[in-house]
């Protein structure tokens, strides 16, 4: 009974308590002002004197705790602080706005106020989220410490005692086995027995010798142990702060094998491929493999090194070299026929949007599948661009094509056992018509010429992924050359020949003495140019559309030129990407992207004349593509965020 006397008294004695009383006379007095009107005056002086008294009593409690807090900071227990005096770990008692109240004599020899202060303040934020929260802080000295804090009451003051754990040792151990973990990486000669050709034998001995001579002295410098596995590939282990090191030459390595350019016809690069975060080093070897794989699958004169779950990219600053050798395309063609053969059924499924190039590399696959007698169907878009549907009416007019364009929900309750899905003109699933298809199919074949990203289809039982190659088109072309016996008819060559001249500009772009070739196979089989330029009209609107695109460009250091289009037209991305073709017709202009918008997802057309590299400045947000031509999608940002990013990603490149 005591105890509940004295707990209403105290509520009486708190101010917190004081004030809502006080509060509460005041509506009273104003209720009763209303209701009896006689005593206005009465009650406006009796409220205006409550309120006098109010802001007296909150500034006496703002001079009171200010006291208490003094008072506070000079009269903690003093067997408390001693106690605390006897302990060999810095310690201190923080007020919660991160003002020292008092610390003990470790604290005062060791550490400075204000990383006490700066700690305990984001510690304080840290157990906001969570209550058992640490913090491990730098001193700045080297000495590392691990801040631990309790919650302690006094009165009506909260405070924390925060324990400075160093952790100096611990942290300086633990850097130096990070710093001392081996890397395993691979470097490989791009295109060795390319540059050797036509050299005679001294020259030939010169070169390798002055290759080897590099490449060892460059390992030697960084502490690492190199070994040679073939004439053009070497392993290295190296510890990783040497890895630190190279990036932040930007793998001068890549530099110094190109000077030997001078000593051959042709140029000579090196691509490197390093992982060091896997556990054991069976996983960083494949890891480091595959990080070499991706530096191919980009064009090669670049390094890939690893780092969980994604890599960064070093050089990459050429186009890709043509690789003048088609044993690779006839072995290719005898590899993806065997594969159609033992199987039931073929599918064949593009990226999303798929333009023209997807759609006659589809048909070209189409076309082997049919001369092996067997199912086929080509995946498309629900809902396609006009120039999309201009090439699918025209194949249609084909005999046997009428029934294989479908689009997901037609086959998505097939059976496929037994079938065969080859993705054609992209190797990223997020990119496909249907991702999820992929995962219905056991043997699944890649054919794809855009440089390789972080993300690819790594189940395949086939890829053939040539960079250098003009489109997938092409790639597909190449095939058809070498399966004997194979009739094409000229609607099946037209869909083919107009995917090379969209992906290579008319051939003006990425066009190699292949293309030419590929392009006078497919003109034997009776090709009309007139009308496959009849593929390739815009009605009057969509016309319009692109003259404003280019209308409304801006221009970044008179060499970038960057247009946003807010249209809403059912074939921006198609209307983007020839208005960015046409940005660069203008004097001086280098490299241009246009921004639009579908749906929910702002879509970016990037195009250069080969000084800039438009991948490289698209990859960092999220896109890909190759040097001269790239593209990305961003979901769920607004156009002008979109450029924002565009225009971050641009400045970083041009900076380096």
Known sequence: MDKEKKKGFNFFKSFSSRIIIIALLIICTAILSIVVPVTLYTDIVVILLLCLVAIAMCLKELKDRKYRLHELSNNVDTIFKESLDLVDI????????????????????????????????????????????????????GDVYNAICNEIKFEDFDCMLVSFIDKTYEYTLKQSLEDTRVAIGFLFIDNYEETLQGLDEMQRAEVSSVLTKEIRSWARENKGVLARLDKDKYAIFIEKKYVDKMEESSFDILERVRNVTKLTKLPITVSLGISYNEETLEERYNAGSSALDIALGRGGDQAVVKKDKKYDFFGGSNAGLEKTSKVKARTMAQAIRELIEKSEKVYVMGHRNSDIDCIGAAVGIC????????????????????????????????????????????????????????VVDTHKKSYLVEPEMLDKFEKIAVIDHHRRGPEFIDNAVLTYHEIYASSASELVTELLMYIDGIDITPNEAECMYAGLIVDTKNFMFKTGVRTFEVAAYLKKFGIDVAEIKLLFQNDFQTYVSKVNIVKNAEFLQDKIAISVSEETHHDMPIIAAQAADELLSISGIQASFVLCKVDDVVMISGRSMGDINVQSILEKIGGGGHLTFAGAQIAGVTLKEAKERLLDSINNYLSK
């Open 90 to 141: 810095p310690m201190a008692i923080v007020g919660v706005q991160g003002n020292i109240i008092w610390k003990n004599n470790v604290a005062e020899h060791t550490l400075p106020d204000e990383y006490i202060e700066k700690t305990s303040l984001k510690l304080a934020s840290l157990k906001k989220k969570s209550p058992n929260s640490s913090l491990l802080e730098e001193l700045g000295n």
């Open 367 to 422: 076309k082997i599948a049919k001369f092996l007698n067997k199912e086929v169907n080509i995946i498309v878009d629900a809902k396609c661009n006009a120039s999309t549907e201009n090439i699918l009416r025209k194949i249609k007019e084909e005999n046997g094509y009428q029934d294989i364009i479908k689009t997901y929900p037609d086959v998505k309750n097939d059976d496929f056992t037994n079938a065969l899905l080859v």
